[in-house]
């Protein structure tokens, strides 16, 4: 069983809502809905912030998909790969 399908509702309804808010700041939703899940696995959900914080994580990205694609011409498959090596 993958550890996201043990997920409460709440923390389900959670990751939703930080991927949602990275996504707001032009982030591919696989790459959001990526970084969401790892957020909470790897952080307690009270120590996670708000969607301010959330936005400004999408905002780093975006800066990162942006800096990948100019200098390396990156392609969304693979930066999505590049920006999520962190995961479990």
């Known amino acids: 069983m993958a550890i996201g399908s043990r997920f409460t509702e709440r923390k389900r309804m959670l990751r939703e809502g930080i991927a949602w808010a990275i996504q707001q700041e032009g982030v591919p939703q696989r790459l959001a809905a990526r970084i969401a ?51 479990t």
């Open 37 to 87: 899940f790892q957020l909470l696995v790897k952080f307690d959900s009270k120590d996670l912030g708000g969607v301010s914080t959330w936005r400004g994580i999408g905002q780093v990205l975006q800066d990162e998909i942006d800096r990948l694609q100019s200098s390396l011409g990156l392609v969304e498959r693979q930066m999505v790969v590049a920006l999520s090596v962190f995961e």
